[in-house]
């Protein structure tokens, strides 16, 4: 039986087969200390973005003539939109990317976080913190599945151990660095 033409231009010496999927990353490839940094920088930047508002509370009530409930919503519209925004965001990285979502998420993250302190009353600083929160969403969104894809079984537990690390430190030190930072 003759082959069948598919329209598809048919190269002399080029081969038919696709190409193999690359290696997994585990401990002592080539890429795995790299790529376990980054994600610990990311988890670590996430949530340090996410809770940089909250040791700031006294000084937004004072500054912005708020009370402190109201000043709270800087941190609950991140929060909410985080948590509004992480569904849409994992189905968006599965159709253009994990890399390429959790890099413009904290592009546009940090992007936001430039513009947070000229927000000029209360609504503006509650609006700019959920856009940022829906734009932090990407890297959680992305990032314990790109770990699934990306890393071998057998190291795996380490590297989402190594990311959560990230989140937890994060956390911690979004509130305490702003909080000795608003002490000055």
Not at 5 to 25: D, F, L, M
Not at 53 to 73: F, H, K, R, Y
């Amino acid at each position: 039986m003759p082959p069948v033409h598919t329209g598809a231009p048919v190269i002399p010496g080029a081969s038919t087969a696709s190409s193999p999927a690359p290696e997994p990353h585990s401990p002592g490839r080539p890429g795995y200390r790299r790529m376990s940094l980054a994600l610990f920088a990311a988890g670590l930047a996430t949530f340090a973005l996410l809770y940089s508002t909250q040791a700031l509370l006294p000084a937004i009530s004072e500054d912005l003539g708020v009370t402190a409930g109201q000043a709270s919503w800087t941190v609950s519209a991140a929060t909410g939109a985080l948590a509004l925004f992480v569904l849409p965001l994992s189905a968006l990285s599965e159709r253009f990317g994990r890399t390429r979502m959790m890099t413009c998420s904290m592009a546009v993250a940090v992007g936001v976080a430039l513009l947070i302190p000229f927000a000029p009353n209360l609504e503006w600083l509650v609006v700019l913190r959920a856009v940022q929160g829906a734009a932090i969403a990407g890297i959680p969104a992305s990032a314990m599945a790109y770990l699934a894809e990306e890393v071998r079984p057998s190291a795996l537990v380490a590297a989402i151990g190594l990311f959560v690390a990230g989140n937890s430190i994060g956390g911690m030190s979004g509130r305490l660095v702003t909080g000795w930072a608003a002490q000055w």
